[in-house]
C-alpha cells in the first residue's frame, strides 16, 4: 500500500490553520471494522512522536489543536492554530496491511 | 517507564554483517509485537520489519527481504535486527517501536513508544 502526502512542504504563519492530506492505494479498513491509520510529528533531532491514531484519536498529551479525519483512502491531519512547536515533518502510516508504509512525510515550516 | 533503548549501530563495510538490538523495559514485552523502522539521513521513514510476540508472524520489507532477520529473546527483554550483505543504501537511523499485544489493543498501542535509534553507516 502506497501513501501519498501533500503538501511535502507547508509554510505557516503562526496562529494560522494548517492541513496534511495522505491518500492510500488501497483502503486502510481493516476486516475487524477499524481503520488503522496514524500520524507522527518528527521534530528536528527526535524520534518520530505519535500524534493520532486510527484516524482521529488523540494520543495523551497531545494538544486538541489537532485533529485527524477521513476515511477508506482520504485522510487528512489538521492544526487549528500552529504554534511555534509544531515545525517538524508530519508522517501518516497505516497498518491496517500487514505490510506497513508511511507516506514521505510533510515538512511544516514557519513564514 | 516504558523505555526502548537501541544499541549495534556503527560504521560497518559494505558486505558485511551487523546485528542491532532493542532493549525494553516498563512493559511485558513478551506479549508485545515489535517493529523495526528505519530512517535514511535527510528521508522519511521506513518500515522495515514486524515481528509477533511469539515470533510465529514476520514479515520484512522488499529493500531488505532476503538479508535481514528479525528475532527476539522474551527471558531478556530484547528484540534483533540481524542484517546482513550490508549495502550503501541501508545506511540509516534504525528504530525499534512497539506494537499491539496478543491480547487486544487494536491498534490503541501500536507505534506509541520509540527507541531513541542507533546509526547505522555503510561505507568502505
Known amino acids: 500500500v502506497v501513501m501519498t502526502q501533500s503538501p511535502l512542504s507547508l509554510p505557516v504563519t503562526l496562529g494560522q490553520p494548517a492541513s496534511i492530506s495522505c491518500r492510500s492505494t488501497e483502503s486502510l479498513v481493516h476486516s475487524d471494522g477499524n481503520t488503522y491509520l496514524n500520524w507522527f510529528q518528527q521534530r528536528p533531532g527526535q524520534s518520530p512522536r505519535r500524534l493520532l491514531y486510527?484516524?482521529?484519536n488523540r494520543d495523551s498529551g497531545v494538544p486538541d489543536r489537532f485533529s485527524g479525519s477521513g476515511s477508506g483512502t482520504d485522510f487528512t491531519l489538521k492544526i487549528s492554530r500552529v504554534e511555534a512547536e509544531d515545525i517538524g515533518i508530519y508522517y501518516c502510516m497505516q497498518n491496517t496491511h500487514w505490510l506497513v508504509s508511511f507516506g514521505q512525510g510533510t515538512k511544516l515550516e514557519i513564514k | 517507564q516504558v523505555q526502548l533503548v537501541e544499541s549495534g549501530g556503527g560504521v560497518v563495510q559494505p558486505g558485511r554483517s551487523l546485528r542491532l538490538s532493542c532493549a525494553v523495559s516498563g512493559f511485558t514485552f513478551s506479549s508485545y509485537t515489535m517493529y523495526w523502522v528505519r530512517q535514511a539521513p535527510g528521508k522519511g521513514l521506513e518500515w522495515v520489519a514486524t515481528l509477533s510476540e511469539d515470533e510465529t508472524t514476520k514479515y520484512y520489507a522488499d529493500s531488505v527481504k532476503g538479508r535481514c532477520t528479525v528475532s527476539r529473546d522474551n527471558s531478556k527483554n530484547t528484540l534483533f535486527l540481524d542484517m546482513n550483505s550490508l549495502r550503501p543504501d541501508d545506511t540509516a537511523v534504525y528504530y525499534c517501536a512497539r506494537g499491539d499485544p496478543w491480547f487486544g489493543g487494536q491498534g490503541d498501542v501500536a507505534f506509541d513508544v520509540w527507541g531513541q535509534g542507533t546509526m547505522v553507516a555503510v561505507s568502505s
Open positions: 486510527k484516524v482521529s
